[in-house]
């Protein structure tokens, strides 16, 4: 898994701003890609759904939120890809 650091999307409008890390596999020759990401406390009631990941790198992608969990003084996201990472 990959370090990154960016931010976490809703439209054209920046939520947060996240740290975290990206796991990339092939599935039946086809590449996908997830991971997961911390957010302050407050982030808990993050809705379940469709965002875009933009990384500092330069780097972004869609991806879908598929649960989010309190660890300490943080919640943590846990993400699968929508498309490529460009």
Do not use: N
Not at 39 to 51: H, K, M, R, V
Not at 65 to 74: H, P, T
Not at 79 to 86: A, H, T, V
Request: aromatic letters at 10%; glycine letters at 14%.
């Amino acid at each position: 898994m990959a370090s990154f650091q960016g931010q976490l999307l809703k439209g054209e409008q920046v939520l947060y701003q996240v740290s975290g890390r990206l796991q990339f596999q092939s599935r039946e020759g086809i590449r996908v890609w997830g991971g997961h990401f911390t957010l302050p406390l407050e982030a808990q009631s993050l809705e379940l759904g469709p965002y875009r990941l933009a990384l500092d790198d330069g780097r972004s992608g869609d991806i879908q939120i598929d649960s989010v969990s309190v660890k300490g003084i943080q919640s943590m996201a846990y993400f699968q890809g929508l498309g490529d990472l460009q």
